[in-house]
Structures are given as structure tokens and as C-alpha cells.
């Protein structure tokens, strides 16, 4: 079995926060090492003439991220306490913590100190930690998270979930996913998604919806909430 694994994802996505969820039930039940690194929706994703996410005094995804590569100098384990708290307060309670009281609330509630925020944003290598991270998965041919980065060199997009299983069930989809790996011209399985699919994925994303001060942007479109999803409403 493969025993480690480099984690891309930007605190943002709420696809990468499931695939997170998952992947730490694999690595409390097979001790597999997750080491957290970054990617920039917000900078693939950037229009034309648009300042990138480093230009800015603060920019959502981007500037966590910063804060993120703070603590993952300290410890790797404080990253992923950090990615743990920021996703659960957007993804699960419909939270802002790209709102920087909020970021500080949770630095402080998880015995950071609220002041590494500005630690983070006065020292000009966080932005290049985050860069660095992020080109990675872009001179790899990545566009997006989670993307999986495996000791043997290879990567691999997803997978992309909304209900994270547990138990024997996580281990057998790390396994399923892994076992790619032994097949290098394999480049895409892909589920289609009809329209029942994409209300069950509206719904599961309503604490994102609600949490969220941005358009979402997927490859350059657009994405489109039906109508009945923004609400809650039933298939």
C-alpha cells in the first residue's frame, strides 16, 4: 500500500475539504503520511487584467493559505489542525473564515495566537511558499483540487467527493485510488452527472453557499445553482 501522500488543496473548495475528510479516516486507520500543500483557485482561475491573489492586501483562499505555510514551518501538524478548523467553519457551518476577525478567532481557539495572522502577511516567503506549492501542480499539467502528489512522482486529480465514506469503506476507496497508480496511461474515469446528480451536489454544498463572498468559477465557467438547490428544496 502506498504510506504517503502530498495534499493539494485550496481551503476554498469545498470538493477538496471532502476529499480531506476522507483522507484523514485512511491515514487514522493505515498511519499513511499526508503532507498539506497549496493551490491558488483564485489565481488559475484569474481574469484577464485582474490582479493575482498576491497583489492584494488580502485575498480569501490566498491569504489563509499564507497563514497555512506560517504554521506548516513550524509543524505539519499545525497546518493540518489550520486546514481542519478553516474548512469545518465554511464547508460544514456555513462560516467566513476568509473573513480575517474570523481567522483570527480561530488562530486564537486553536493556541496559534490571533497575531500569526499578521506574522504570516508581513513575511513576504509565505507568498512564495504558496507559489511554490501551487506551480507544482501546475508544471505537472493540474488545474484544479484535490490534486494527490505520490512518492513515485506521479499525480493524480481527485477524487472528487461530497460524501466522504469512513471506516472499511475509506480504505477501500484509497486502495481503488492508489491502484491507479499502477497504470500510468490511465488519464480519466469520469461519472457523469445528470440532473439528480447535480441537486444532490447543490445540496450538499449549502453551508459553502451560504458562507461564500465570491462567484465560483470552474475553468472559467461559471457555475449555475439551480434554483430549487439555493433554497434546500427537494429533488
Given at each position: 500500500m502506498?504510506?504517503?501522500?502530498d495534499?493539494?488543496f485550496?481551503p476554498m473548495c ?5 476529499t480531506s475528510?476522507w483522507?484523514?479516516?485512511v491515514?487514522?486507520r ?6 498539506w500543500?497549496?493551490?491558488?483557485l483564485?489565481?488559475v482561475n484569474r481574469?484577464?487584467?485582474k490582479?493575482?491573489p498576491w497583489?492584494?492586501p ?6 489563509l493559505?499564507?497563514i497555512g ?6 509543524d ?15 464547508h ?6 476568509h473573513?480575517?476577525a474570523?481567522a483570527r478567532?480561530l ?15 508581513a513575511d ?6 504558496v507559489r511554490a506549492d501551487h506551480?507544482?501542480?501546475v508544471d505537472?499539467g493540474?488545474f484544479?483540487v ?12 481527485g ?8 471506516g472499511d469503506?475509506?480504505?477501500?476507496l484509497?486502495?481503488t485510488v492508489?491502484?491507479?497508480l499502477?497504470?500510468p496511461?490511465?488519464y480519466?474515469?469520469?461519472?457523469p452527472k445528470g440532473?439528480?446528480?447535480?441537486r444532490?451536489?447543490?445540496r450538499?454544498?449549502q453551508p459553502?453557499?451560504?458562507g461564500?463572498?465570491w ?15 439555493r ?5
Amino acid at each position: 500500500m502506498t504510506e504517503a501522500v502530498d495534499f493539494h488543496f485550496d481551503p476554498m473548495c469545498p470538493f477538496a475539504y471532502a476529499t480531506s475528510v476522507w483522507l484523514r479516516e485512511v491515514r487514522d486507520r493505515t498511519g499513511i503520511e499526508v503532507a498539506w500543500r497549496f493551490f491558488s483557485l483564485e489565481e488559475v482561475n484569474r481574469a484577464e487584467g485582474k490582479k493575482h491573489p498576491w497583489e492584494r492586501p488580502w485575498s480569501y483562499g490566498w491569504s489563509l493559505m499564507r497563514i497555512g505555510a506560517l504554521l506548516r514551518r513550524r509543524d505539519m501538524a499545525a497546518l493540518d489542525a489550520w486546514y481542519g478548523a478553516i474548512g469545518a467553519e465554511l464547508h460544514v457551518r456555513g462560516g467566513r473564515p476568509h473573513d480575517p476577525a474570523v481567522a483570527r478567532r480561530l488562530l486564537d481557539e486553536l493556541g496559534f495566537g490571533a497575531s500569526a495572522l499578521d506574522e504570516a502577511l508581513a513575511d513576504p516567503g509565505t507568498h512564495d511558499d504558496v507559489r511554490a506549492d501551487h506551480r507544482r501542480v501546475v508544471d505537472a499539467g493540474g488545474f484544479g483540487v484535490p490534486t494527490l502528489f505520490f512518492p513515485d512522482g506521479q499525480c493524480l486529480f481527485g477524487p472528487v467527493l461530497i460524501d466522504p465514506p469512513a471506516g472499511d469503506r475509506a480504505v477501500r476507496l484509497w486502495e481503488t485510488v492508489t491502484g491507479m497508480l499502477e497504470f500510468p496511461d490511465l488519464y480519466e474515469i469520469q461519472r457523469p452527472k445528470g440532473a439528480a446528480e447535480r441537486r444532490r451536489i447543490h445540496r450538499a454544498l449549502q453551508p459553502y453557499l451560504s458562507g461564500r463572498d465570491w462567484v465560483s468559477i470552474d475553468r472559467g465557467q461559471v457555475i449555475e445553482i439551480p434554483e430549487d438547490a439555493r433554497k434546500g428544496g427537494a429533488a
